[in-house]
C-alpha cells in the first residue's frame, strides 16, 4: 500500500510540473495501473480458458451449418450412409424405452441421422465439448421444472450452444428467445443488456416457456414443433391433420422450418447418444459452468478494465459476460448486475475489490468534464449582417450561419428566393451569458430574451420595449402568425 501511496504523489507531483500530453496519460495510467496490481493479494492467477478452447466456444461456423441444415436441406430425400434401417430401428426403440419423447422410425429421420452422420462429424465433437460446459447448468435447470433432461440437446438444434447466436429473423442466445418471448418472461432488453444472451438467465426461461407449452399440448415432439412455430401454428396443423395429436402425422402441415426441426433435434438425441458406435471422438472441456462464478458490481466498469486489473484476456470476458452488448458493465441502484470470472479470476476481483475501483475512480480524472451553465445565466439574442456576395443563395447563407431558409425570409421580410448581391441581410442568434454581464450589455441597449407570460400578447409585449412593434418581434423570431405560448422565449431587438 506503501508504494501505492508513492506512486499518487509522484503523480500529482508530475501534473503539477507538466501539461496532460497524451504520452504522459497513458504512461501515468500504465503506473498506476501497476502499482494497483502489485498490492493485489495473489490468488492462482492461471487462465481458465485457454486461446484455443475459447475459439471452440464462440465458433459461429457451426451455427450457422446447423441453421442452414434445418432450414434449407430436404429431409425428405434419400440419403446413402454405411447405417443399416434395422440397425437404426432397434437403435431408435431403445431410444424410445428410455425417453417420454416419442421417438419412433420414420424414413425422414432416418435421412437426417445419415445426413449428419455423413457432413458434420467434426462438427459435433466439437459441440459435444461444449456441450461439457453447459450441460451440467442445463440439466440442473431442467431437472427444477420437471422438463426432460433430453430437452438440453435443443439448444444445440437452436444455437449450436453459441451464447451470442442471433438468427435471420433476430431470435437470440443459446435458446433464441424472440423479443416479445423473451420480455414474456422477464428477460431485460436495453441499451446496455440483453439477457436473452445470458446463459443462466435464458434457461431459466426456457424451461418455463417449455413447461408452458406441455401444459397445453401433453406431449413433447409437440412441445419441440410450438417452440419453435409457435403454439398458434401447431395448433392450426392439428386441425388440418384431422386433429391428430401424433407430430409425424401434423407435420406435412407445418412450417418447412419446422417439419425438419424436431427430425434435426431426434438426430442429434441419436448421435450424442451413439456416438462411439459412430467413432465420434469429443474433445475435452477445461472446465464447465459451474467452475465460474458471478459477483455483483458496484460501479460502471468496462471489460477492458477488468481485462487490464486482473489479466483476463478481453475475449474470455466477453464470452463469458455475453449479456452486455457495449462491453460495460452498468450499475444501477435498483437493479443488480453481476461480472462472471472463472473462480480463481474471481476470488482475485473480491479480495481487491476496493482497489479496482480505485483504479476506476483515478481514470474518471482523465474524462473530459462538462461544462453545464449556471442557473442564472440569461439567454441573450444578438443581431448580424451578412453582406450578400455574388453568387450566394439563401441556403448557402442560412447553412453557414445555421439556421433555416424560413428563418432568413421572415427575418427580411423577404417574400421569395431572390436576394442580390452588396445588400445586407439580418441573422438573429442565442448565446447563453452570466446574470453579470447580461445586465451590463443590457444597459449598453443590446438584444435581450423576453419569456412569454400567461395573457401575453405580441401587442403587448412590443409595448413594455419602447419603440418595438409587434411587427418587429415576429419578424426577430421568425413568427408568421401572432400565435404564442407562455414559457415562449422570444429575442428582443433593443
Given at each position: 500500500m506503501r508504494f501505492t501511496v508513492v506512486v499518487l504523489l509522484l503523480t500529482c507531483s508530475f501534473f503539477a510540473q507538466e501539461p496532460r500530453k497524451e504520452m504522459d496519460v497513458a504512461v501515468l495510467k500504465t503506473v498506476y495501473l501497476d502499482s494497483i496490481k502489485a498490492t493485489f493479494t495473489n490468488h492462482n492467477t492461471s487462465?481458465?480458458?485457454?486461446?484455443?478452447?475459447?475459439?471452440?466456444?464462440?465458433?459461429?461456423?457451426?451455427f450457422e451449418n446447423m441453421y442452414s441444415d434445418i432450414t434449407e436441406i430436404d429431409m425428405d430425400s434419400l440419403v446413402t450412409f454405411d447405417l443399416s434401417t434395422e440397425l437404426l430401428k432397434k437403435r431408435l426403440k431403445k431410444l424410445d424405452s428410455k425417453s417420454p419423447f416419442n421417438i419412433e422410425y420414420n424414413p425422414a429421420l432416418e435421412n437426417v441421422i445419415k445426413t449428419f452422420l455423413k457432413k458434420r462429424q467434426g462438427a459435433y465433437e466439437r459441440l459435444m465439448a461444449i456441450s461439457e460446459y453447459y450441460f451440467p447448468?442445463?440439466?440442473?435447470?431442467?431437472?427444477?421444472?420437471?422438463?426432460?433432461?433430453?430437452?438440453?440437446?435443443?439448444?444445440?438444434?437452436?444455437?449450436?450452444?453459441?451464447?451470442?447466436?442471433?438468427?435471420?429473423?433476430?431470435?437470440?442466445?443459446?435458446?433464441?428467445?424472440?423479443?416479445?418471448?423473451?420480455?414474456?418472461?422477464?428477460?431485460?432488453?436495453?441499451?446496455?443488456?440483453?439477457?436473452?444472451?445470458?446463459?443462466?438467465?435464458?434457461?431459466?426461461?426456457?424451461?418455463?416457456?417449455?413447461?408452458?407449452?406441455?401444459?397445453?399440448?401433453?406431449?413433447?415432439?409437440?412441445?419441440?414443433?410450438?417452440?419453435?412455430?409457435?403454439?398458434?401454428?401447431?395448433?392450426?396443423?392439428?386441425?388440418?391433420?384431422?386433429?391428430?395429436?401424433?407430430?409425424?402425422?401434423?407435420?406435412?402441415?407445418?412450417?418447412?422450418?419446422?417439419?425438419?426441426?424436431?427430425?434435426?433435434?431426434?438426430?442429434?438425441?441419436?448421435?450424442?447418444?451413439?456416438?462411439?458406435?459412430?467413432?465420434?471422438?469429443?474433445?475435452?472441456?477445461?472446465?464447465?459452468?459451474?467452475?465460474?462464478?458471478?459477483?455483483?458490481?458496484?460501479?460502471?466498469?468496462?471489460?477492458?478494465?477488468?481485462?487490464?486489473?486482473?489479466?483476463?484476456?478481453?475475449?474470455?470476458?466477453?464470452?463469458?459476460?455475453?449479456?452486455?452488448?457495449l462491453d460495460i458493465i452498468p450499475y444501477q441502484e435498483d437493479k443488480a448486475h453481476?461480472?462472471?470470472?472463472?473462480?480463481?479470476?474471481?476470488?482475485?476481483?473480491?479480495?481487491?475489490?476496493?482497489?479496482v475501483y480505485a483504479y476506476i475512480d483515478f481514470l474518471e480524472t482523465f474524462k473530459e468534464k462538462t461544462i453545464l451553465p449556471d442557473a442564472n445565466d440569461v439567454l441573450v439574442s444578438r443581431t448580424k449582417y451578412h453582406k450578400i456576395r455574388r453568387g450566394e443563395s439563401l441556403g448557402l447563407i442560412a447553412d453557414k450561419y445555421n439556421v433555416t431558409i424560413s428563418q432568413l425570409k421572415n427575418w427580411n421580410n423577404l417574400r421569395g428566393n431572390s436576394i442580390q448581391a452588396g445588400k445586407s441581410l439580418k441573422i438573429f442568434s442565442s448565446e447563453r451569458v452570466t446574470s453579470k454581464s447580461y445586465t451590463s450589455s443590457s444597459n449598453n441597449g443590446s438584444n435581450q430574451v423576453y419569456k412569454v407570460k400567461k395573457g401575453d400578447s405580441l401587442y403587448s409585449i412590443a409595448k413594455k420595449f419602447p419603440g418595438i412593434s409587434a411587427d418587429d418581434i415576429k419578424k426577430w423570431n421568425g413568427i408568421s402568425s401572432n400565435n404564442i405560448k407562455p414559457g415562449m422565449k422570444l429575442n428582443i431587438n433593443g
Open positions: 487462465n481458465c480458458i485457454d486461446e484455443r478452447w475459447l475459439a471452440e466456444l464462440s465458433n459461429e461456423e457451426i447448468m442445463f440439466e440442473e435447470h431442467l431437472a427444477k421444472y420437471d422438463v426432460p433432461l433430453e430437452i438440453k440437446y435443443l439448444a444445440i438444434v437452436e444455437s449450436a450452444l453459441n451464447p451470442r447466436a442471433k438468427s435471420r429473423v433476430g431470435a437470440s442466445g443459446l435458446w433464441q428467445f424472440m423479443y416479445p418471448t423473451g420480455k414474456q418472461f422477464d428477460l431485460e432488453v436495453n441499451s446496455f443488456v440483453d439477457e436473452r444472451y445470458d446463459p443462466l438467465k435464458a434457461t431459466e426461461a426456457a424451461c418455463q416457456y417449455l413447461s408452458s407449452l406441455y401444459r397445453i399440448f401433453g406431449d413433447w415432439s409437440m412441445v419441440l414443433a410450438s417452440y419453435n412455430a409457435g403454439p398458434g401454428n401447431v395448433s392450426k396443423a392439428i386441425r388440418r391433420s384431422g386433429g391428430s395429436q401424433n407430430y409425424w402425422n401434423i407435420r406435412k402441415n407445418l412450417p418447412r422450418e419446422t417439419a425438419n426441426y424436431v427430425p434435426a433435434f431426434l438426430a442429434t438425441m441419436y448421435i450424442y447418444e451413439y456416438h462411439k458406435e459412430h467413432k465420434f471422438v469429443p474433445k475435452k472441456a477445461p472446465l464447465t459452468y459451474f467452475e465460474t462464478d458471478t459477483v455483483m458490481v458496484k460501479r460502471r466498469i468496462s471489460f477492458e478494465q477488468v481485462s487490464e486489473l486482473l489479466d483476463v484476456p478481453f475475449e474470455q470476458i466477453v464470452f463469458l459476460n455475453p449479456i452486455y452488448k453481476y461480472l462472471r470470472l472463472p473462480k480463481n479470476k474471481l476470488g482475485l476481483f473480491v479480495s481487491n475489490e476496493d482497489k
